[in-house]
């Protein structure tokens, strides 16, 4: 089976900084897309960012030129590098992997890890 294990959370002050990061192990052939999803109290889960095989980027409008999300193919490993944070981004991150498992793509999520900024 696969799993992914996410770290790096915690609690930052307004204007700091977090990186996170979700390794994916089990039987994998390959990834495509990698992304991050948040998901803050009493509102739905969103899209943060998501990254292709070939390193295509896309972002929520919200973290536009403070987050960057990357990946390590070798290492199975996607990360999301965030500055500049804010209050509002205070939420649960969880990271989700399209596996190639034989001949099926299963997309896969991490268990979650919170994170809080305070003001």
């Known amino acids: 089976q696969v799993q992914l294990v996410e770290s790096g959370g915690g609690l930052v002050q307004a204007g700091g900084s977090l990186r996170l990061s979700c390794a994916a192990s089990?039987?994998?052939?390959?990834?495509?897309?990698m992304g991050w999803y948040r998901q803050a109290p009493g509102k739905q889960r969103e899209l943060v960012a998501t990254i292709t095989t070939g390193g295509s980027t896309k972002y929520a409008d919200s973290v536009k030129g403070r987050f960057t999300i990357s990946r390590d193919n070798a290492k199975n490993t996607v990360y999301l590098q965030m500055n500049s944070l804010k209050p509002e981004d205070t939420a649960v991150y969880y990271c989700t992997m399209a596996v190639v498992v034989g001949i099926t793509t299963p997309r896969y999520w991490g268990q979650g890890t919170q994170v809080t900024v305070s003001s």
């Open positions: 089990g039987s994998i052939s390959s990834i495509n897309t």
